[in-house]
């Protein structure tokens, strides 16, 4: 996690319009949400992963945070493809067990097909967004779209004190097992439940400390500060229209020339 | 007296869980000085400094600001909160923003200034302490020195009148911690009243105008720091140390290897300057003998 946050601070896309990126990564997101084209959907894929690249994030890297939904998606697509039913009628490959019949029948496959290349193209925005944009611009932008105050503090705050409590809690993990606290199976237990629940008071602490050196800077309820500026860039704007104007175009194309559905509903 | 920028006058402060901080303290505290409070952990350093901004509310005595006794409401308040500044002991727990530049635009931002001047003074405080080279990077990969340095300037930005550092050189390697003091002499040339809180007696010693010690939630003693570290029964009793300076000053003196005329050293040079290049009474015995 905190190498896609490191990448957001320093990949070559850092100076475009964060809202310009929010949007691209949230239309073709859902337009991978909607489409029934396995074009549209792999081509979403490949146009995200190019754009990842184009930021100057080794390709070796996107694959490997790649492999994190990767295992979630396999089960999942696995779970729909395979069915039991009564009978062996309609089943590409089976096993008869009697009563039963578990198999992978063909609608099921081509659903799960379409569920795993959906998947593909909106966790690739979704890594798109979070490895080329910074989470504080993010948090701009939403607050520009009108997000109320209370949402966008939450946001704030949180994402800066996941660092504190994740430093916190290594140092406790550290200081627990230079004094054997992991030895075996046992004490571990014991420890890792000592240090869940001091990181509970420590963090309900920096919470109070946080609200004293706040208010010792004027604080009165509401968190303001100085908005980055950035130049918007019309290339970029007409560039993201098209791109996913074209997905859309793929999509419907499939769509009236009984594309995959058209295969299933058949 | 010349006039008192900020006072505590009998505080007596005792925190919710029954410990009682501080008692029947009493502080006055000159405009334009560098200030040291001295004192050992737990001495009450903080809980006073946080009186000094109306964080927290004294349960006897008073506050006074400028003369003029804090009341509590809320315009006293925000006052006292653009006058006074307090950058606390850990950085971590002052920056709550993930931006530098946002997080260093807060205090200004709060004081209802123009977005322009804001800008201004976000920059000149990122200059004034040498962060401005930080201004894209997320507060949480910063170092710990660089942290210090942009909660430093969170409170530079709000140019306040009176400054408190909560222990600033605290965990600082040596060049940091020059830089910092460096810092604390520029603010106290411009004419700000600066207050720092330290159990480090060689510093308070070679900077301080003048040093208040704390123990046990009262002031134990106050003085010039010439004679604050004079007194040897009162150190041990406040279980001080000698800053450095001072005994290598007086074993020189009562050797008789110093200049006849020279006043108390306040730091490495001073001291090297009493020691007299060739010709000095010790240096003459010594050439007797021979
Ligand atoms: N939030 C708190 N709740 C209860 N007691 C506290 C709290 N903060 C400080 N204290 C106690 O008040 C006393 C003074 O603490 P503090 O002002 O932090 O001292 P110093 O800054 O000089 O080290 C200590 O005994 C400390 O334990
Ligand atoms: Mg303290």
């Known amino acids: 996690m905190f190498q896609i946050d490191q990448y957001a601070y320093s990949n070559r896309l850092l100076t475009v319009h964060p809202g310009e990126k929010l949007a691209f990564a949230v239309i073709t997101m859902i337009i991978c949400l909607i489409s029934q084209s396995l074009a549209a959907l792999l081509a979403a894929a490949v146009l995200m992963a190019g754009a990842v690249i184009l930021a100057g994030i080794p390709l070796r890297v996107y694959l490997k945070l790649m492999t994190v939904p990767a295992s979630f998606l396999v089960i999942a697509v696995g779970a729909v493809a395979v069915s039991i039913s009564g009978n062996g009628e309609g089943y590409l490959w089976g096993v008869d067990l009697g009563r039963f019949y578990i198999g992978i029948g063909s609608c099921n496959l081509d659903l799960s097909i379409l569920l795993l290349c959906r998947s593909l193209g909106a966790i690739s925005c979704l890594y798109f967004l979070s490895l080329t944009t910074p989470m504080v611009e993010v948090i701009s932008i939403l607050r520009k779209l009108r997000v109320p105050p209370l949402f966008i503090e939450l946001m704030g705050l949180i994402y800066r004190f996941i660092f504190v409590l994740v430093e916190t809690a290594e140092s406790i993990y550290t200081s627990q097992s230079s004094r054997l606290g992991y030895r075996n199976l046992k004490t571990g237990y014991s420890s890792l439940g000592i240090l869940a629940a001091n990181l509970l008071v420590r963090a309900y602490r920096r919470s109070e400390i946080l609200f004293t050196t706040l208010s010792s800077r004027g604080y009165t309820g509401e968190i303001r500060v100085l908005e980055t500026q950035f130049a918007v860039s019309g290339k970029n704007i007409l560039a993201i229209m098209a791109i996913d104007v074209l997905l859309i175009l793929l999509s419907l194309a499939e769509m009236s020339g009984g594309g995959l559905i058209g295969r299933i509903y058949n | ?290």
């Open chain 2, 1 to 290: 007296m010349a006039e008192s920028i900020i006072e505590a006058v009998n505080v007596e402060y005792r925190y919710p869980d029954g410990t009682v901080a501080l008692s029947s303290l009493s502080m006055s505290i000159e405009k334009g000085k560098k200030i040291a409070v001295l004192g050992s952990n737990g001495a009450g350093k903080t809980t006073l400094f946080l009186h000094f901004n109306a964080v927290l509310k004294p349960s006897g005595g008073h506050i006074r600001f400028g003369g003029k006794e804090i009341n509590y409401n809320r315009k006293c308040i925000e006052e006292l909160r653009s006058n006074v500044g307090i950058v606390f002991q850990d950085p971590d727990s002052q920056l709550f923003s993930a931006s530098v530049v946002q997080e260093i635009s807060f205090g200004p931002i709060n004081m209802g200034l123009p977005r322009d001047e804001v800008l201004s003074r976000v920059s000149r405080a990122m200059i004034d302490t040498e962060t401005d080279q930080l201004g894209g990077r997320p507060t949480h990969f910063l170092s710990y020195g660089q942290k210090k340095r942009v909660s430093i300037a969170d409170i530079l930005a709000m140019d306040p009148e009176v400054i408190i550092f909560d222990e600033p050189t605290a965990c600082l390697d040596p060049r940091l911690s020059v830089h910092v003091t460096g810092l604390l002499d520029q603010l106290s040339r411009k004419g700000k009243t600066v207050i720092l809180s330290t159990h480090d007696v060689d510093l308070a010693y070679s900077w301080a105008d003048y040093i208040f010690v704390i123990n046990g939630g009262t002031v134990s003693g106050e003085g010039k720091p010439e004679d604050i570290f004079r007194d040897r029964d009162f150190l041990t009793r406040n279980s001080l140390e000698r800053p450095w300076i001072i005994d290598v000053f007086d074993e020189l003196m009562s050797k008789g290897l110093v200049l006849g005329d020279c006043p108390a050293p306040r730091s490495r040079e001073e001291l090297l300057d009493c020691i007299p290049a060739s010709e000095s009474p010790g240096r003459a015995l010594l050439k007797k003998i021979k």
